[in-house]
């Protein structure tokens, strides 16, 4: 895959809230395709459909275990996914710019010790 | 200083478990400190992306003092929260809360150490470290923001092709 094409595959993955949810479930360990299923009132087949995508996006990859066959993220994709602290940045950034108003207007108010 | 060259804010990873957010502020720390710790002031401007309020801020700043945030989303009346309780409460330099999720879709606990230093003059530089419980958390944690941010784009796409369709 080329590096457009996978994130786009990314992407694609992520814009789905059901897949969001199993990526947030497996961050807290790797799980099987029933114990997914479990929480979302889904059928396994229906689970394995949303796997197969993430999957495919190379966010996720299946254990050997040939039973069970384990379910775990893979983090290097959203990393490279390139909005990852970018994005994150921003978020803090928004709330920063806001402070910073604030910061202002209570100063405007209050006189600092800094002002002469 | 006369010319106001804007501050911006740095994201790193000093550890696999953590991320550091720096920002400087024009502001004496005791006044940040009041930005962080006060009810009425914490729902004004910790709102995270746009369209998004905050019904609910409860915070006792003392040692053991618990604090519960709720956002709700204006579009759809989404809500999601955080609540812990503070370990370190030193005014004006340093607050250390323990941070989780509700509900608890990130599975487990995290630290949020916040650092405030007068670096210069009537400038108040903010460090803030968030401790992860796992690599795999942390990573989940930041891309979430992402994933929103996607999100509100596709509804954004959604919309445009609805008007197009029209």
Known sequence: ?116 | MTARTPFTTQVTTPSDREITVTRSVRAPRELVWRAYTDPALIPRWMLGPPGWSMPVCEIDARVGGAYRYLWRSDADGTEFGLAGVHREVDFPGQLVATQAFEPDMMGGESLVSSDFNETAAGVTTIVTTILYASQEIRDAAAASGMADGMEAGYQRLEGLLADVAA
Do not use: C
């Not at chain 1, 949810?21 to 396994?44: C, K, W, Y």
């Open chain 1, 1 to 116: 895959m080329t590096p457009a094409a996978r994130l786009d595959a990314t992407f694609q993955a992520l814009a789905d809230p059901t897949r969001r949810a199993i990526l947030a479930r497996l961050a807290t360990g790797e799980a099987s395709v029933n114990d997914l299923a479990h929480p979302f009132a889904m059928s396994q087949p229906a689970i394995s459909k949303h796997i197969k995508v993430l999957e495919r996006a190379g966010l996720v990859t299946r254990g050997r275990d040939a039973q069970r066959r384990p379910v775990r993220i893979e983090a290097a994709p959203l990393a490279e996914a390139n909005g990852w602290l970018e994005d994150y940045r921003r978020l803090w950034e928004a709330n920063f710019q806001r402070l910073d108003a604030l910061l202002e207007e209570l100063q405007a108010v209050i006189p600092t010790r800094d002002k002469n």
